[in-house]
């Protein structure tokens, strides 16, 4: 019984210290999904959430010199300025969905430290819509080769 | 109408399932009556469905080889420039096809299980070949209604949409196939444990029948594993190999629970004890697998892999639940002979050893479970969306599993019983100081990260015990005349289910290795860069070269040219690219990399000026990823070693 006991114990003080480890990391890595509207409403600096909404037409700044990309999130009521460090993803562009995870800065934007661009697996893109980065780069190259001659 | 590709696939589907549904009725009927007409009935129809989803497969092979877009599968992920090889392996590139490849796969199984066991096992064997026939009728029932990969197409196109970009790569080729024969390996154990549990024949029986398939199982889910963090560290382009997605989570768990069984067994062979929770492990492992299915292919969680199906989910969730419920059940009808027979004797023991691997290996399995299904849970209760990041799985399973590299070094030396405290000396002394000392001298040598320090102790601690133990038997056996290597050698053959555990578990202390170092010391820069330029990182100048573009049979492409040099040696010169696919929306990244023992360098092309004067570059610097690729072929290596036919007992 001695021994039964032992084993309940050593169990016990397990199951404790699980507990206690996912309830610190759940508390400590949960991550809020807000909307722009949302998180204006009421703005915790320093807390890490997931900002939700479309990036606007026009308000997207990349300086590829010092890597810092800007633009505007948007849910139709609330806009939010948003900054990052870093090329933004493949999906990512200006009237897409995307999904930015970081915190609020305290200074009017919020500082995203992850850029998840919204990818659906249901849109299928014009011809050719995608293809102008490569395509212009083609044709300047062969350009370049041909003034060289 | 016209009998076309997708008529004859169908047909076949529908006839597979009605012989797997009579096969199984055939089955149950001669394990209850034992009317052996009715068994071989069974068993032919076994054969059959196994020829005929072969039929399914060659017909979509076909179709994908003829481009015949009349098949709405084939048009959804192939076109006219998709090379021939990844024609054949866009078989298994969406949903409905890899449930071909599943069920598959489990008529193959079950053909094995027919050869293997029809004279060898005549009891158990009817209930076996009932319960593997049930469950390949649910896969077939699955490619006939919820997810038929034979649907027509009409109008029929004139050119398919393409595979995924990110599937034409050569671990899409493996990958699925080593997962799957991982998943549906699980489910020979789960037969044999639902067939003694029909019987009523709880012993060690079907532990002992099923011990080299759980080996195979555990061994295809590992790499299966391994392989799809290879496939994300060279594909997806963020330079990791792991990212907790609930996908790599639906894998993940089965492999913990399983991973658990296969030592819980031990134990059950050795003293007869824990048969209830042999019985609880599998069916959970099974079941899990089904749940891993569900919560990926469902569309309930967002993934990198989830794929937005209908109703698929609820085939699956019932399934799933019937399984449970009928297996439970079962369980519970034959609670009174899961009585073990032994009883732990002392703390200090084997049998605790593994015990306590277990629950750390459960528990692992349930927090994941848990931070995977939370954000429903929490979504559900409080109307707000949430995720859980790696933080929490890490901040977990990075205690669990230095507990469970401490295990290894433990339990396979210490007695069984009761382990004196001589023994433990003998035993343990050693290789605990060889690991502190390893330790010490790495934290004088400058390395300060705890993780690093604290594996690194554990690995030398477990590698000691185990050269320490076999360095013992081998002198033992030198003393009986043999030289050094024919003893090695003789005792490898001779005791190849012990050592050939040892080696599976040099593996992964070299996987552990890779893990703590690549979390550590990895680097990352990222910088915008004009022809000529150069950016540094860890020792390594990476310099923009020049921009090409050029056209490939089924995307464009835009190629950065870079030069690595280490100091004044030239180390590669490096070609990341951006992919245009015409189906995609936006480009995708093609990582190129130079893979080293100790570091790979690592290069992203990121945005680019048009006139090809600019770059974006990304630049890693990876440390010990490649010890991740080592430490699977050293797991090969000792599974082979495991599953060799047994020395000891003649055949």
Known sequence: ?149 | MLIGAPEIGYALTVVALGLALWGGAAAVTAARAGRPALLASAERAAVGVWALITGCMLVLVHAFLTFDFSIRYVASNTNRGTPFYYRITALWGALEGSIILWAWLLGLYTLVVVIRYRRRQPELYPWVLTVLLAILAFFLLVMAVPAPPFERLSPVPADGRGLNPLLEDSGMITHPVALYLGFTGFTVPFAFAMAALALGRTGEEWITITRRWTIIAWYFLSLGLLIGGWWSYHVLGWGGYWAWDPVENAAFMPWLTGTAFLHSVMIQERRRMLKLWNLSLIILTFGLTLFGTFLTRSGIIGSVHAFTQGSIGVFFLTFLALVLLTAFSLLAWRMERLKGQGELDSVVSRESAFLLNNVFLVAASFTVFFGTIFPLLYEAVWQEKVSVGGPYFNTINIPLFLGLLFLMGVGPLIAWRRASLESLRRNFVKPVLAGIVVAAVLRVLGVGHALVLLAAALVVFVTGTMVLDFWRAARARRRTGDGWAAATFGLLLRQNRRYGGFVVHLGILVVALGVAGSQAWSLQTEATLARGETVELGGYRVRFDGLDASEESNHGKVTGTFSVTHGARPVDVLRPAKKFYPQEQTPIAYVDYRLGLLEDVYLVLGDFARDGSHATIKVQVNRMVSWLWLGGLVLTLGTVLAVLPDRRRPA
Do not use: N
């Open chain 1, 1 to 149: 019984m001695k021994r039964r006991a032992k084993f309940f114990a050593g169990g016990a003080v397990i199951l404790a210290v699980l507990a206690y480890l996912v309830y610190a990391g759940v508390s400590q890595s949960v991550v809020y999904f807000v909307t722009p509207a949302e998180l204006l409403a009421a703005p915790s600096a320093g807390k890490t959430y997931r900002l939700g909404g479309m990036v606007q037409p026009g308000t997207l700044v990349w300086e590829p010199r010092t890597l810092d990309l800007r633009f505007t999130l948007s849910d139709g009521k609330a806009t939010v300025p948003v900054r990052h460090k870093g090329t933004p993803p493949d999906l990512f562009g200006e009237g897409r969905g995307a999904v930015v995870e970081g915190s609020w800065s305290g200074d009017g934007y919020f500082k995203a430290t992850t850029i998840l661009a919204k990818h659906s697996e249901e849109y299928k893109a014009p011809h050719g819509a995608s293809q102008a980065g490569y395509k212009e780069l083609l044709k300047t190259l062969r350009g370049d080769s041909a003034g060289a001659r």
